[in-house]
């Protein structure tokens, strides 16, 4: 069973950052894409960020470019488990939303991604940029 936990949301002024967590659990294997999503109040969920847990391709929606960064722990020698953080740098109010990690495994990222390729979702963290 594939469980995702976020971590670091939380509300911060124009112009701070954040860093949010998200450790995905019961994997069976090492090639997932995973990545993260966020939802404004009142609107359709989009992609933020994903990344390819067996490499290192990385995909960014235009918004964000430049300053969120996804990263992974390459530490760690499981494979069961795996963890992806977003670095968020330069935070506008615009930024706020409902913020979701995601999996979709044995996937590899594509540079067009649809969120129904996910199959597994984080309980969401909530992120408020104040102007």
């Known amino acids: 069973q594939v469980q995702l936990v976020e971590s670091g949301g939380g509300s911060v002024q124009s112009g701070g950052s954040l860093r949010l967590s998200c450790t995905a659990s019961?994997?069976?294997?090492?090639?997932?894409?995973m990545g993260w999503f966020r939802q404004p109040p009142g609107q359709e969920r989009e992609g933020v960020a994903r990344?390819?847990?067996?490499?290192?391709?990385?995909?960014?929606?235009?918004?964000v470019k430049g300053r969120f960064t996804i990263s992974q722990d390459n530490a760690s020698q499981d494979n069961s488990k795996r963890t992806v953080y977003l670095q968020m740098n330069n935070l506008k109010p615009e930024d706020t939303a409902m913020y979701y990690c995601?999996?979709?495994?044995?996937?590899?990222?594509?540079?067009?991604?649809?969120?129904?390729?996910?199959?597994?979702w984080g309980q969401g963290t909530q992120i408020t940029v104040s102007s």
């Open positions: 990344i390819y847990t067996a490499g290192t391709d990385t995909y960014y929606t235009d918004s």
């Open positions: 019961g994997l069976l294997y090492a090639s997932n894409c």
């Open positions: 995601a999996i979709a495994t044995f996937h590899r990222c594509d540079s067009d991604e649809d969120e129904a390729a996910f199959g597994y």
